[in-house]
C-alpha cells in the first residue's frame, strides 16, 4: 500500500524556517517525481514545487522561488521542503504527493498525503 | 502561466440526478504528442485530493463510471451521470502541460 507520510508541522514567525518531510511507502521511491502542492486555509490548490526522477530537477512556483527549496534522499524514501524567509502568505496545508503512472504530465499526483500544516504567524 | 477557469463554483444537485462541471485555460492543452493535459480531482471533506480523471476522459482505477470526461484544446467538462452522496467536495481541474501546473478555483458539490 502507497503511503507518504508527512511531518514538520509547525508555528514559525515571519522571516523564520521550518523544513517539511515526506516519506515514502509502498512504492519504489526513487523512480518517481515528486511534488509539493499547498492550500491556504479555505482556498483552492497551488503547486508550490517539484523534483524529478531524472536528473534531480527541481521546479518552483514563482511565489516561493528563491526562498524554498526541495530536495530528495533516495536512500532514507524521504522527500523535504526546506522553507525559508516564510511570509504570512505561506500559511497553508502543505500535501506531498507522488507523480502518477498514469499520465506524463507534469506533476499530476495519484497519491498524496495527508497534509501538514504552516502557519507563519507573528 | 495557464489560467484554468471553472464553473460554477457551487453546485446543489439531487440524489440520482446528473451534474456538469465545466473548465476552461487561457491556452490550449494539447502537447505536440497528441495528448492532452488536463486532470480534474475530487478533494473530499477533510481529505487530500484524489485523482479522478487523466487526460480529459481516462478514469483511474477504482473511480465510478459514473464519472465521466469531456472536451478539446481549451474547453472541457467533467460530467457525473448520477450523483451519490458520497461525491460530496470540492472538484478541481488541473493543467498538467505547462510549469507551473495551475489548477481551477474548485467548484463545490452539495448534495440537495
Known amino acids: 500500500e502507497v503511503q507518504l507520510l508527512q511531518s514538520g508541522e509547525g508555528l514559525v514567525q515571519p522571516g523564520g524556517s521550518l523544513r517539511l518531510s515526506c516519506t515514502a511507502s509502498?512504492?519504489?521511491?526513487?523512480?518517481?517525481?515528486m511534488t509539493w502542492v499547498r492550500q491556504a486555509p479555505g482556498k483552492g490548490l497551488e503547486w508550490v514545487s517539484g523534483?524529478?526522477?531524472?536528473?534531480?530537477?527541481?521546479y518552483y512556483a514563482d511565489s516561493v522561488k528563491g526562498r524554498f527549496t526541495i530536495s530528495r534522499d533516495n536512500s532514507k524514501n524521504t522527500l523535504y521542503l526546506h522553507m525559508n524567509s516564510l511570509r504570512a502568505e505561506d500559511t497553508a496545508l502543505y500535501y506531498c504527493?507522488?507523480?502518477?503512472?498514469?499520465?506524463?504530465?507534469?506533476?499530476?499526483?495519484?497519491?498524496w498525503g495527508r497534509g501538514t500544516l504552516v502557519t507563519v504567524s507573528s | 502561466d495557464i489560467v484554468m477557469t471553472q464553473t460554477p463554483l457551487s453546485l446543489s444537485v439531487t440524489p440520482g440526478q446528473p451534474a456538469s462541471i465545466s473548465c476552461k485555460s487561457s491556452?490550449?492543452?494539447?502537447?505536440?504528442?497528441?495528448?492532452?493535459?488536463i486532470f480534474w480531482y475530487l478533494q473530499k471533506p477533510g481529505q487530500p485530493p484524489q485523482l479522478l480523471i487523466y487526460?480529459?476522459?481516462n478514469r483511474i482505477s477504482g473511480v465510478p463510471d459514473r464519472f465521466g470526461g469531456s472536451g478539446s484544446g481549451t474547453d472541457f467538462t467533467l460530467q457525473i451521470s448520477r450523483v451519490e452522496a458520497e461525491d460530496v467536495g470540492i472538484y478541481y481541474c488541473?493543467?498538467?502541460?505547462?510549469?507551473?501546473?495551475?489548477f481551477g478555483q474548485g467548484t463545490r458539490l452539495e448534495i440537495k
Open positions: 523534483i524529478t526522477v531524472i536528473g534531480g530537477n527541481t
Open positions: 487526460e480529459v476522459s
Open positions: 509502498g512504492f519504489t521511491f526513487s523512480n518517481y517525481d
Open positions: 488541473m493543467q498538467g502541460l505547462k510549469l507551473p501546473i495551475t
Open positions: 491556452q490550449s492543452l494539447l502537447y505536440s504528442d497528441g495528448k492532452t493535459y
Open positions: 504527493a507522488k507523480r502518477s503512472t498514469y499520465s506524463t504530465g507534469w506533476f499530476n499526483s495519484d497519491y
